[in-house]
């Protein structure tokens, strides 16, 4: 049936798909400032544009989750160049404060069609025991595409290049995958009628689920929340905000490359308990050190954080297996879902935080790293409900007896 395909520009071209994802995120992230000066506009009204961002991604996810053996990768993957070249575009030649919401969108929507197509095509391209290694590779282009796009956009600002051109950037992973997707056969999706949408949506109401859902929602905005205001919270900490997004995305690609053997001595629980509070001492750090320091921060950070979406995903699988791949798509989804929501509130921290250290008389630097270090400080409060709710995990999950991983694959 996928005799004759290219596996391998198949598996170049969603590598440098999720490499576009990954640029739009550490671009955009770089870029805040600049939009927030040139526009005009408060950190409340940049977390609306940050919203659009993570909004676009579960609903385009779910959906293309849903529509994937009907529609097909190769029409998936057409809607995502469509959506990541409108958005771009879009982004460079906005106006204003609603361009900005609209082009983000698009972006996302783009990110969410990418998710949607290529994990399935890379797993139905490579069946056995290569499935997970090469899944494990392409999942790595997403921090390790963070990276090269942070340091881009760190280099393009010191050298005084604008936000307009760092945004053209991100076409370039863009036209690749395109090309190397162009006039080439896709693999046919393979069906498996072992469960039913009303199977998986019934195994949803397993309390385990239901719980790793809840868990899933403070697990990504911990990661994402910090990151994608990197360049705003932390443009004042002796630090530069790009590096530490930059080492924050090296060591999580470093730290997945290893995840097997962490998850096999620590177990699913013990990895996500250990990260919960490793993100929270890295959080609790950036809110109050400042210049070098803040790199022995990011690196706890990172060990913190570099496992919570894969081994969440990982847990579904395992432990609410009938759940299938509805129920991963559905708790990745709620886990953009909620970065989405939570983008304005942490910009009316940042704001709030501003105009209360304004009236205690800071100004200029001192002002925006108060103001970045109190808004820090409440988002404390994701990690540390996780330690919380990952300690009641740990002893509930003990005696469980996973479903082997060859299972879940298959």
């Not at 056995?128 to 796009?149: A, D, E, V």
């Not at 604008?162 to 006039?183: D, E, R």
């Not at 939570?342 to 001192?366: H, M, V, Y």
Request: aromatic share 12%; with cysteine.
């Amino acid at each position: 049936m996928n005799e004759n395909i290219n596996k391998s520009a198949l598996f170049n071209g969603s590598c440098f798909a999720v490499i576009t994802t990954a640029f739009t995120f550490s671009i955009r992230a770089g870029i805040l400032p600049q939009l927030g000066a040139q526009f005009n506009l408060t950190a409340e009204q940049l977390g609306f544009i940050n919203l659009m961002f993570f909004l676009g991604f579960p609903i385009s996810m779910i959906i293309g989750g849903l529509v994937y053996h009907t529609f097909g990768p190769k029409n998936i993957m057409k809607a995502a160049f469509v959506a990541h070249t409108i958005g771009i575009i879009l982004t460079i030649y906005a106006g204003g404060y609603v361009g900005l919401l609209v082009s983000t969108l698009f972006i996302g929507f783009g990110n969410g069609c990418t998710e949607a197509a290529c994990n399935p095509l890379i797993a139905d391209a490579y069946a056995g025991p290569k499935m997970n290694k090469m899944l494990s590779r392409f999942h790595m282009w997403f921090p390790g595409g963070i990276l090269i796009g942070a340091l881009i956009s760190k280099f393009m600002t010191d050298f005084g290049m604008g936000w307009q051109a760092q945004m053209w950037v991100t076409m370039i992973p863009t036209i690749i995958y395109a090309a190397l997707f162009y006039g080439k056969k896709f693999v046919e999706p393979r069906e498996d009628g072992s469960t039913s949408i009303a199977e998986n949506l019934k195994a949803m109401l397993n309390p385990v689920f239901i719980f790793l859902f809840i868990c899933m929602a403070l697990t990504a905005i911990t990661e994402f929340g910090p990151n994608q205001w990197v360049s705003v919270i932390m443009s004042n900490s002796g630090a530069s905000p790009m590096l530490i997004l930059a080492l924050t995305s090296g060591l999580m690609a470093l730290g997945r490359f290893v995840a097997g053997p962490v998850v096999h001595t620590l177990g699913q629980t013990g990895v996500l308990l250990m990260s919960a509070i490793l993100a929270a001492v890295g959080i609790y750090m950036f809110s109050v050190v400042t210049g070098p320091l803040a790199y022995v921060a990011t690196v706890i950070f990172a060990l913190g954080v570099c496992y919570f979406w894969p081994v969440m995903i990982g847990a579904v699988a395992q432990r609410v297996p009938l759940s299938g791949a509805l129920g991963m798509s559905i708790v990745g989804g709620v886990g953009m879902f909620s970065t989405a929501i939570f983008q304005p509130f942490i910009g009316s921290w940042i704001d709030s935080a501003r105009a209360e250290n304004t009236a205690l008389g800071l100004k200029g630097g001192a002002l925006e790293l108060a103001a970045g270090q109190d808004t820090l400080v409440k988002m404390l409060a994701f990690p540390s409900i996780l330690i919380v709710l990952f300690l009641i995990f740990f002893f509930w999950q003990k005696k469980t007896k996973l479903v082997p991983a060859a299972e879940v694959a298959h």
